[in-house]
């Protein structure tokens, strides 16, 4: 397997997409020296953007969060979640009523946004309905799975809405021997039993690098080809930079470990255009 | 839709399995006139067994259950549930240690009486697992769904150790308009996120109905031309029993309504021999 | 359920999206009447685009097709095929080198029309495979199943290159009462044999929508508002253009019957913005 | 990784379960030194069975080609073949009438032992099918996979027969490095198409394992504590021999190598009971 420097890459691009997860922090924080990367990117006039699957807040507190970690240079206007992808989901297509939803007060957040009147599952009763247009699943926290869940199995059966999942993750790291189930992995199990087709926005997934492509299309003369992907696992980061068309870094900071990479990529098929051992430019 | 008198098919059979849940019974309580089928069935010395999926309670309990209904024909003997086969992987397989469980203490039964130590997830402490050798999932009920399924699948990274599914069921009614998640559909969404292989008792599987025929098996000349399977679900009961070589008969008092029967035969290539309105003989 | 009549509607739009399939034409020849769809299209200045996941023929080739069967407004640069997608992924991501193919020689045209060399499997020898540097899949045409897919399997085994699926339909009608197995069907077996990922273009896959998208935004002030897809097919034309945050236009002249649609809505949770009996416009 | 000798382990057990490929013989032949095996097992009075999902030939064929390549000892009585689980099923679910197949002239054998007339797709016309019972996939051989499986696919749409899938394998070895697509693999192509439910027989289902234990049973007091199975494959011999209540035996000849054993066991959770390097006997 060889190893790429990351900066020696990063000269040929003129825009830089990196994960969140795995790539700038960990259940840790920061990776250390990631801020650096930033700084560089910045004196060499180089574009970034977070992609993040996480919907569980908005753009201005998931900055916010960074700024209080030490790292300054995200803000919100470069964050793409896939929580704004729902949100433009339900502008577009879901323009009056009430919006149910199961995670917690923040997260509904991209639902305020959108005009509509929200309601958290938890406070549902399964007796008066008929308002409700649309669910739209976003964080694990926040409601009681025993109770909730089955209220939302419930609903589905009750009313044929649109269903939107606005994080796609199954699960998520919590501490470094510890994972927890993510909303993702709640909504494959209610998606099997209602046997209904839901909605699903986030890595890998062609519209969520569709939707950051178009925020810098306003600036001239960026193609495809000026973009690289930089992400910490095959299964959304690269294969959905990959089938975009874009050129795409492995780094090794997060869910892939140096030792299972070569075969990771092996066994999978999917083939990152550079591996390095982390996004940080010294 | 040709539909054939219960009692007449009956009389070509010597033994007689039943499905509970749809066939015996409902969220109501028994279906009505359900018990003179068994007083039928023993006048003609005929023998009859219930398979059932639920490895919530004992045969003892379940058993219990019929008598407060009403239908005292039913006694442990002849009731089979998946919770009995887990109970002989256990033994035959998991010979000393610590059983984890998902479930109610009344589940646990099959556990303890297999001579092994048991251990509810809801008092296990992930520091402290190396004497766990098993996990058996039994019921949806008795531990807190956001806690304990988040350590069920951090037991399942650190330990590689049997898990077996005594219910296969996804779903199960709790009144004539509400469902609820049964275990079966919490163990697929564990499975999944995992990514290891569950052992599985429960109808349809080939184990439950050999289970049944070895009961009946020292009663001389019993053969499988014998047998009958009773069910309200295509794709347990009616699928199973067809695939064990038994014939099947389709009855019209649970999942499969008379309305949609026809259509589910020929869309899912499910096919009984026999379809009844009712199991009941008056 | 109540159906719409499609002149009514398109009058709120500026653009129209159309599968092809059971919208504009069937294994008969063209849906009747639906050349005066195109004048009316035409005559109110209302743009149009073909959608389709037929990766076997250049889109000359396709309205060629159109234009014998006497629909002569469908000209080359309204088609947007699956191949197209594919062949901007081979442009951005295989710049050299050989590229396999199942499929027909016409087929083939996506990859040539990329600027790379082209070899279909069934010339292909297991022994040379070192300059193949990505597979296709393109057609269920033009190749000896018993030994060409066995070779894929093959070769997928000993290169570990990206795969295309440039059309994602199982199976297409080929007469009033048969289908045949597309090529999407064979390349579901293939991946689950060889346990690999493969990159699929066409609908519902949002990249196909922003493609059409895209070709339409030099035209001032058009947003997705003002776009409407119509289509036959719940799982691919409507998810994908709800997905996408279209209106969309479930038609009855396809692979959806009038007497089934209300079912299959309710069943799938997939929701059009209208019905309508078909896409011609009186 | 801790490897037992085989010989020591069988010392426990009265009864040994063999699977054949990868275990008895590869493409070359006989696995070198596997003769001597069962000379100490009759000298030991260890009864023994070969448990095999190859239903390409009748027990007395597959015994004949042991013979041919020096193992005398394995004769038809002792081979239990997953067509004979097929055959069973046709004599007691469906006694009159045709039954189609997949497969070569050889493999129809088990259709023509129960009795039934036989006609090999290949020789259907889908004009006069009306006499058409069952369907049984036997063999990849023996047929036209481009018009074949596309004629099948079609036969599924008119008549809704049981289909009966007699191997369960998706793949099998032809040479050192390369593998071909088995009749289990076209198999799940062709379930998903028709999105109706097969009954598969083989490992890793149980109904295998119970047929080999009927065998046995006439023999007085052998518990299923008695049987040891011994596989190279996880997934097949030695999950389903776990679940049946056996202990297992995995060996390093066939699917799975002595440097993937180890970490297979851990991704997938199937766990064998020992681990040898080979079933031979010196």
């Known amino acids: 397997m060889e190893l790429t420097d990351f900066k020696t890459i990063v000269a040929d691009y003129k825009v830089i997409f990196f994960d969140a997860f795995g790539v700038l922090k960990t259940y840790n924080g920061l990776i250390p020296g990631i801020q650096k ?9 180089k574009d970034f953007y977070v992609l993040t699957n996480d919907a569980s807040r908005s753009p201005e507190q998931l900055a916010e969060s960074y700024h209080r970690m030490g790292l300054t240079d995200i803000v919100p206007d470069c964050i793409i979640s896939s929580g704004m992808l729902a949100r433009e989901y339900l502008e577009l297509k879901v323009n009056h009523g009430t919006v149910a939803y199961l995670g917690t007060e923040d997260s509904a957040h991209y639902i305020e946004t959108a005009g509509l009147t929200t309601l958290s599952i938890r406070e549902l009763s399964l007796e008066s309905i008929s308002e409700v247009n649309a669910l739209v699943l976003l964080d694990d926290e926040g409601f009681d799975w025993n109770t909730d869940l089955n209220k939302t199995v419930n609903l589905l059966r009750k009313r044929n809405i649109p269903v939107i999942v606005a994080n796609t993750d199954e699960t998520y790291p919590v501490s470094k021997n510890r994972i927890a189930i993510a909303i993702g992995g709640l909504a ?22 569709i939707f950051a492509y178009e925020h810098i299309r306003n600036a001239p003369s960026i193609h495809k080809k000026d973009i690289l992907m930089v992400g910490d696992t095959l299964h959304t980061d690269i294969i959905g930079g990959n089938k975009f068309g874009l ?3 492995l780094v090794l900071t997060g869910n892939t470990q140096a030792e299972d990479a070569e075969i990771r990529i092996r066994s ?4 990152p255009t550079y591996i390095c051992e982390s996004a940080v430019i010294e």
Chains 1, 2, 3, 4 share one sequence.
């Not at 999978?268 to 083939?271: P, Q």
Request: avoid cysteine; glycine fraction near 6%; charge should be neutral.
């Open 37 to 45: 990367t930033f700084s560089y990117l910045k004196e060499n006039n």
């Open 188 to 209: 494959e199990m209610i998606e099997t039993i209602v046997a209904k087709r839901f909605i699903r926005f986030g890595k890998p997934d062609a519209q969520m690098f």
């Open 247 to 249: 050129d795409t870094a």
């Open 268 to 271: 999978t098929g999917i083939i």
